[in-house]
């Protein structure tokens, strides 16, 4: 092979692995972008839907995804909630929620998944709640696997008390999903 042939493959071989590097690095930066969304704090962000008639109170903490998917399924929730007769607080997890529940009828605790794992924000507000005896509690996760659902048990663990419902949300069914999501937090405030 003469030179200037070495040369031409040799420049190539380096351009390829330039190429798979780059795109290794960006597939583990996008991942790592996405599986991050678990552990973000995000600042208060307060939404209440007002009950007619009713002083019955529910509250919605979940710990948002880096698609609307979990924002929608809480969303979906809370609105089944507040057409069943609930006046409902929607929020992020966070030092800035009281750690005293006692006030609320119902309470969904709601996490993302990556990797099996539950929200750690999420867990840190769960573990240092103090009372929720007054209310039906629900944990539930937003992810993409049939077949695990142990972040829900994970997260119910790290509560003093037992959940009463625990329940996911499938991510690649969303219409149906979010449909569902509403149907439970009406047929969780009939009951
Ligand atoms: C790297 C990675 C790991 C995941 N691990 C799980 C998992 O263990 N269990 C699960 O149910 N879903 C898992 N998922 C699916 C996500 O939880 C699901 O797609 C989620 O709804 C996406 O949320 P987001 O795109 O809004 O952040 C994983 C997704 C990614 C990208």
Redesign the pocket.
Known sequence: MGDRKKKTLKKAVIIIVVGIVIIGLGTLGG?QY??S?GNVKHASNEIILPAEDSNRAALVIYQ???????KDIADNLAKGLNDSGYQVTINYPGEFLPSDLGAYDIVAFGT??????FSPVLGDYVSGITNIDNGKVLIY?????TD??T?LDGLSNLLYRKADYQE?FY??KQETELKRAYEFGSSLGKS
């Open positions: 991942i996405v599986t969304a948002p995804g880096r698609s609307e998917f979990a993302t998944v990556y990797n099996g794992n996760s937003t992810g993409m696997m695990n659902s972040e996911k991510s690649n």
